[in-house]
Nanobody, 127 residues
Framework: QVQLVESGGGLVQPGGSLRLSCAAS????????IGWFRQAPGKEREGVSC????????VYTDSVKGRFTISRDNAKKTVYLQMNSLKPEDTGVYYC????????????????????WGKGTLVTVSS
């Protein structure tokens, strides 16, 4: 059974940075897709970024392009989300999710094909 554990959330001032980690376990696949999603209070879940661990293909939602970077360490089965120039509207619970195959950026960001989800880590951007 796939297990995902997020870490790295916290309180940061606007303009600051955080790095989230998603540690995956419980499976034997070498290549898969990992997505980062977020949900702000009172809002629907939003796809933030995805990565294919086979070839490193990445995708970002428009609001984070140029500020967030997704990366992976296949040996550690860990995916990172480096978040820079954080804004108050980036506040929310950030979840990572696993899918056994990377089909496309649009598909991944929708979240509908994800097989497993982590419990989330809270990011608060506030002065």
């Amino acid at each position: 059974q796939v297990q995902l554990v997020e870490s790295g959330g916290g309180l940061v001032q606007p303009g600051g940075s955080l790095r989230l980690s998603c540690a995956a376990s419980g499976f034997t696949l070498d290549y898969y897709a990992i997505g980062w999603f977020r949900q702000a209070p009172g809002k629907e879940r939003e796809g933030v970024s995805c990565i294919s661990t086979s070839d490193g293909t990445t995708v970002y939602t428009d609001s984070v392009k140029g500020r967030f970077t997704i990366s992976r360490d296949n040996a550690k089965k860990t995916v990172y989300l480096q978040m820079n120039s954080l804004k108050p509207e980036d506040t929310g619970v950030y979840y990572c999710a696993f899918e056994s195959r990377y089909y496309s950026g649009r598909h991944c960001l929708s979240g509908y094909g994800m097989d497993s989800w982590g419990k989330g880590t809270l990011v608060t951007v506030s002065s």
